[in-house]
Each structure stands twice: as structure tokens, then as C-alpha cells.
């Protein structure tokens, strides 16, 4: 949306918000053109007095361009006569926590909004946003993105040079580089000469849990009679003499770090094709009824770190986690478990 278009749109948006409201009129409208104050400016009559709402437009509803509207207004003189508003196509909801918190208010193009002063209080929700492109607020989570979350989340609180990440995550310098603008714009990450580290990696991890997909990944489902510690080694002892990798999660994976955790079907990523190792293990192809599942990953970004404990491999906590909350109530049960025992105590070293 070009800018001339959002101001307009934001300042009928804004309008159209108050008019709902019959006990309060508005005055007087005027459109600023310096940087110094804000872009629009409302002088309202409330029941409480008059107020001038002043609003901040934004081609960007993420934490990072809120966060200046904040810094700045605190630098102004305090005014009990103004009422400080930002706005913008679309809000996080991290966002509107913010402004909530800063004593603001803040409304989206699709007229979602609050406004909170005074004895006056208006809220709108729940309004579909037509303005939000899902596709872009969760390219964050993709594939190639997802490598790089993945080498932060190892290690939260280290600072990574944006060539060194490339590296390691196996991707291009021009993609960390807008993995980093964007966890940024979302004050999910700090930068300084050091480089860059995650401030939020809690709220990260649970946003990529939220936005979590199985992205090209193909399943197969199979029965086999023997037992499942039996089927592990097997399939450790298959895939060590094919040098093939593979690694053991959901509540596989989990009974290894979460002892209480009792399980009766094996989910395992392998990567390349599991035809002979099927034929190994003489397993039956089913519909239903299984009791092993093999991932054939479309990306290798799930093998990040996995680790060798009790003579097999099991996927990294981070992917365990990841892949537990899309089970059962009891997934999500491990998951948290595993969370609190194994991920937050490493980040805290």
C-alpha cells in the first residue's frame, strides 16, 4: 500500500471508529506533514472534556515501529489534552500489548481497534483483516527460515555474525539477513556490534509451535508385530551400515528425556528412500492401526543436532518439542515437559 493511500485510509479508519460512538464528536481534523509530530490529528468533544487524539501511521504493525512511537511520546512534554494512537494495516498481538501497556491506543485497517482514556473506553475486535498476508507473517517459519531458528534456538544466547549463521544453517547471507530484519521488526532478537542473539527465544519457540507445519514432509504407516525397542535397534542397525541418517521423535524421542513417558508407536524421520529398510524390518503397509511412522522430510534442517542417547538417535529437543504439540493432550503434556526440564535449563547456562 503506498503511503498517500495508507494515510488516507488510516485517517477514514480512525473517523469511522469514533463516529460508531454518539457521545462523542469530533471537531476538527488536520493532516501533518513533518516528522516531528504526528501524521493526523483529531480534536474530539467527550463527555469528559475535549481531547486531541494524535495518530501515528504505520506501514508496519510489528513490535519494532510501535516501539519508536513509544520512545518518542515519552520524550514529548506529558499532555493530559492528547491521546497518542498508532495505526496500521495490520497489529501482532505483541503489538497491541505494548501500546496497551504504554497507555495508548491502536486500531487496524480493518477496524479493529482500543482507545482507552479518561472515563472513555472503546474496543473492536474480531474483525477479518484483509490487510494481513499470511504469507508474509509466516515466512518466518518456512523451511529455509526455519534452519535458521533452529541454530538460535540451540544456542539463544549467542551472538552470531550474520556470514557465520549463513554457515551454519546452511543457507544464503541474503536470507539470514532477512530472517534478522524480521525477527527484529518482531523484538524477538537484539543486534550490537557483537552481532546478533535472541531476546525472546520462549516466545519465538511458541510462535513457530503455533505456525508449525509438516512443510513436504511424507508420512508412511506401518504394523509390525515385534516390539518397539526391538524395531529401534533395528532401524539403528539398518541405518548405521547404510550411512543413512535418521532420528527418533514424538513420544519415541521423548521417553528418552521425559522417563515417564510410555509409548506405542514410533515416529522416526529418515531421509532417502525407506523401501529396503521397510523389507528389513518386514513391516505392513496400513491405513490404520500403526504402530511406526516414517517421515521422509522434504528439508534435512530436522537432523540439526540430533543427539545419541541409549544407543540410538532422537531428534534435537527444539524438534521434539516442535513435533510433540502435534500430538494428543499427552503430546503437549511431553512437550512441556521437555521444555521445562531439558530446553529452558541449557538456555539458562
Known amino acids: 500500500m503506498k503511503y498517500k493511500t495508507l494515510r488516507l485510509s488510516a485517517g477514514k479508519a480512525v473517523k469511522d471508529c469514533l463516529n460508531d460512538i454518539p457521545f462523542i464528536k469530533v471537531i476538527k481534523s488536520e493532516t501533518l506533514l513533518n516528522d516531528a509530530g504526528p501524521d493526523y490529528i483529531l480534536h474530539l468533544e467527550t463527555p469528559f472534556g475535549r481531547k486531541s487524539i494524535y495518530v501515528e501511521i504505520s506501514a508496519s504493525g510489528q513490535p519494532r515501529f510501535a516501539r519508536i512511537l513509544i520512545e518518542?511520546?515519552?520524550?514529548?512534554?506529558?499532555d493530559a489534552k492528547i491521546y497518542w494512537m498508532f495505526v496500521a494495516p495490520y497489529l501482532s498481538e505483541k503489538t497491541a500489548e505494548m501500546l496497551r501497556n504504554a497507555g495508548m491506543g491502536f486500531l487496524d485497517l480493518a477496524g479493529n481497534c482500543f482507545i482507552s482514556f479518561g472515563g472513555l473506553y472503546i474496543q473492536k475486535e474480531g474483525k477479518k483483516n484483509p490487510y494481513l498476508n499470511r504469507r508474509k507473517f509466516n515466512s518466518l517459519f518456512k523451511i529455509k527460515a526455519s534452519r535458521v531458528l533452529r541454530v538460535l534456538l540451540f544456542n539463544p544466547n549467542r551472538y552470531w555474525k550474520i556470514a557465520p549463521l549463513a554457515k551454519e544453517a546452511k543457507v544464503s547471507v541474503g536470507h539470514v539477513y532477512n530472517v534478522k530484519e524480521e525477527l527484529l521488526n518482531r523484538e524477538l532478537a537484539v543486534v550490537d556490534n557483537r552481532g546478533m542473539r535472541l531476546s525472546e527465544p520462549k516466545s519465538l519457540l511458541q510462535e513457530w509451535c503455533n505456525n508449525?507445519?509438516?512443510?513436504?514432509?511424507?508420512?508412511?504407516?506401518?504394523?509390525?508385530?515385534s516390539k518397539m525397542v526391538q524395531l529401534e535397534k533395528q532401524i539403528e542397525e539398518f541405518c548405521s551400515k547404510r550411512k543413512m541418517r535418521y532420528a527418533l521423535s514424538g513420544f519415541a524421542g521423548a521417553?528418552?528425556?521425559?522417563?515417564?513417558?510410555?509409548?506405542?508407536?514410533?515416529?522416526?524421520?529418515?531421509?532417502?528412500?525407506?523401501d529396503d529398510l521397510v523389507k528389513s524390518l518386514d513391516l505392513k503397509s496400513v491405513t490404520s492401526g500403526e504402530n511406526i511412522i516414517f517421515m521422509n522430510p522434504s528439508d534435512d534442517?530436522?537432523?540439526?543436532?540430533?543427539?545419541?542417547?541409549e544407543g540410538v538417535h532422537l531428534v534435537s529437543p527444539i524438534q521434539l518439542y516442535l513435533d510433540l504439540n502435534t500430538l494428543s493432550d499427552r503430546g503437549k503434556e511431553a512437550a512441556d515437559f521437555i521444555y521445562n526440564e531439558v530446553i529452558e535449563p541449557k538456555w539458562e547456562k
Do not use: D
Open 301 to 309: 534442517g530436522v537432523f540439526y543436532y540430533t543427539q545419541r542417547i
Open 255 to 274: 521417553t528418552r528425556l521425559a522417563p515417564f513417558v510410555r509409548y506405542h508407536r514410533i515416529h522416526c524421520y529418515v531421509e532417502n528412500s525407506i
Open 72 to 78: 518518542k511520546v515519552n520524550l514529548l512534554t506529558e
Open 212 to 225: 508449525y507445519q509438516f512443510e513436504g514432509t511424507q508420512f508412511q504407516n506401518f504394523y509390525s508385530l
